[in-house]
């Protein structure tokens, strides 16, 4: 049995966050678990307000959970706040979690802000230096990386100073980008891309679908380069059935 531990945020709408987490993992035929890290209230019109949890709380979380299972991968969204990204820096090194997929969030869709300015450069420092692979989007990207990115070489740019600080891959996805929605891994030997055809509409927790059956992959044993692929493609074959399931036209992914 592969067991799987997403730590983030709480979705009451259930389009992303732990929510849609436990979800990817289910539809994958692995074993899901979810620690919150916030909670917050939002529908499928936005973000109207996060609360985190206390730091102490998520240690303890981590430390009962992790002590008893022993777990193939765990996946980071939403953090919020430098005491709980310090928590799980400290639970990673403490268990040995070798397979981390940590998605950086840092804004909603919404522009609500998911985590606090003094927490990213302990994520930047602490966290991310002991991923396997980190997930940014573009923005994501020039706010961990301090580059802004209006081109191809700037993402280069971007993706090799990420590396620098110590993940052996960065996936920088392409959403915010014109064109194809192309996904960029950088690590290994080669820079490798990624591309599906754009879909029409706004859709809601694709970034957190893509990092959840990353993860799922990675743990199946999947080199992240094939991974990247299957989750690509999993993302992209929902998105053709995603449907509003509120007053917004946003839309939601259905498993």
Known sequence: MIKLLSIAGSDP??????????????????????????????????????????????????????????????????????????????????????????????????????????????????????ALVVTPNVPEAEALSGISIGSDQDLDFAAGKLLDSGPSFVLIKGGHRRGPATDTLY????????????????????????SSALTVFIAEGLPVEK??????QFVDKLLMTAEPVGKSRTRYFHF
């Open 13 to 130: 709408s259930s389009g992303a966050g732990i929510q849609v987490d436990l979800k990817t993992f289910q539809a994958l035929g692995v074993f899901g678990m979810a620690i919150p890290a916030a909670l917050t209230v939002q529908n499928s019109q936005g973000v109207l307000r996060v609360e985190p949890l206390s730091g102490q709380l998520l240690s303890r979380q981590l430390d009962a959970l992790l002590s008893d299972i022993k777990l193939d991968a765990i996946k980071t969204g939403m953090l919020l706040t430098e005491e709980n990204v310090e928590a799980v820096t400290k639970a990673v090194k403490k268990f040995t979690v070798r397979n981390l997929v940590i998605d950086p969030v840092l804004r909603s869709s919404s522009g609500r802000m998911l985590m606090q300015p003094d927490a990213i450069g302990v994520l930047r420092k602490k966290l991310i230096p002991l």
């Open 187 to 210: 690590g290994g030997k080669t820079v490798l891309t990624f591309s599906t055809l754009r879909r029409k509409g706004e859709f809601h927790g694709t970034g957190c679908v893509l």
């Open 227 to 232: 991974a990247v692929e299957k989750a690509k």
